[in-house]
């Protein structure tokens, strides 16, 4: 009998968590985070009802057929199991296909109005901006210097790179298509952002195109969201979405 009732005092504490949201997410800026969050209670709602359902016949059972259940052993109802594993695996899939379809509109791989480098290292993360002439200088491992100022590792012989600006925070203008790309120094660091409900992974070696649309100016936390080493958790940044007059003048500075 306890059991029955301990049972649903955790289904019952649970449902208040979520009514109540004493932690939630942060602010969604990009429609792909709203319709991420969309899909989000989609789930916690199916997910929820079944799951309550669920649990109130479980606790049903032990408060009211405990003396039956005890008399007889239970033997299984092939029908009704096979129902419920049909349905189980349709609504699994079905879930993970809504879910799949938004991802897959997430933009990427198209030419931003804005292109920002985002070079990532143990443990920091910096900005490359290709500056007036619209063009990102070369770059050479041997040329990078942390301490020289020079942590992206420009080419100092190359015209097109004497005016790129490197920064230590991420600048981008609200309401335009900003392409950021993705590089690793060093080894895997992933770059994470709450509010845009994204992470993409960062391989060294490889170039990543990740696309933005952000709606809302605000300053919002870059997190690294791979274990990269011992300095992981001081690898942090801050993305600086301004208004698009803002960002103009901040760029011809
Ligand atoms: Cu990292």
Redesign the pocket.
Same mark, same amino acid.
């Given at each position: 009998m306890l059991l029955g009732l301990i049972l649903l005092l955790f289904t019952l504490a649970g449902c208040l968590l979520f009514a109540f949201k004493p932690a939630w997410f942060p602010l969604a800026i990009t429609a792909e985070a709203l319709a991420w969050d969309r899909q989000f209670a989609w789930t916690l709602w199916i997910t929820g009802i079944i799951f309550i359902a669920a649990q109130v016949l479980l606790s049903w059972t032990i408060l009211r057929g405990r003396k039956r259940l005890l008399a007889s052993p239970a033997s299984g109802h092939r029908r009704l199991e096979l129902t419920w594993l049909t349905a189980t695996c349709a609504l699994f899939i079905t879930l993970s296909v809504l879910g799949s379809r938004g991802w897959a509109k997430i933009p990427n791989r198209t030419a931003g109005e804005e292109t920002i480098e985002v070079d990532?290292h143990?443990?920091a993360w910096n900005f490359r901006y290709p500056g007036p002439d619209g063009r990102f200088g070369r770059t050479a491992i041997e040329f990078i210097s942390d301490a020289g100022g020079n942590p992206v590792g420009i080419d100092p012989k190359d015209a097109a790179g004497k005016d790129d600006i490197v920064t230590a925070s991420l600048r981008i203008p609200a309401q335009r298509n900003v392409l950021l790309l993705l590089h690793s120094r060093d080894?895997? =660091?992933?770059f994470f952002v709450r509010e845009l409900r994204t992470k993409q992974d960062i391989v060294p070696g490889i170039e990543i195109p990740l696309e933005l649309h952000v709606d809302t100016p605000g300053t919002y936390e870059i997190a690294?969201a791979?274990?990269?080493?011992l300095g =992981?958790s001081q690898?942090r940044s801050v993305l600086i979405v301004m208004p698009p007059e803002d960002y103009d003048r901040w760029k011809r500075r």
């Amino acid at each position: 009998m306890l059991l029955g009732l301990i049972l649903l005092l955790f289904t019952l504490a649970g449902c208040l968590l979520f009514a109540f949201k004493p932690a939630w997410f942060p602010l969604a800026i990009t429609a792909e985070a709203l319709a991420w969050d969309r899909q989000f209670a989609w789930t916690l709602w199916i997910t929820g009802i079944i799951f309550i359902a669920a649990q109130v016949l479980l606790s049903w059972t032990i408060l009211r057929g405990r003396k039956r259940l005890l008399a007889s052993p239970a033997s299984g109802h092939r029908r009704l199991e096979l129902t419920w594993l049909t349905a189980t695996c349709a609504l699994f899939i079905t879930l993970s296909v809504l879910g799949s379809r938004g991802w897959a509109k997430i933009p990427n791989r198209t030419a931003g109005e804005e292109t920002i480098e985002v070079d990532a290292h143990q443990f920091a993360w910096n900005f490359r901006y290709p500056g007036p002439d619209g063009r990102f200088g070369r770059t050479a491992i041997e040329f990078i210097s942390d301490a020289g100022g020079n942590p992206v590792g420009i080419d100092p012989k190359d015209a097109a790179g004497k005016d790129d600006i490197v920064t230590a925070s991420l600048r981008i203008p609200a309401q335009r298509n900003v392409l950021l790309l993705l590089h690793s120094r060093d080894v895997i =660091h992933d770059f994470f952002v709450r509010e845009l409900r994204t992470k993409q992974d960062i391989v060294p070696g490889i170039e990543i195109p990740l696309e933005l649309h952000v709606d809302t100016p605000g300053t919002y936390e870059i997190a690294c969201a791979e274990l990269c080493g011992l300095g =992981h958790s001081q690898m942090r940044s801050v993305l600086i979405v301004m208004p698009p007059e803002d960002y103009d003048r901040w760029k011809r500075r």
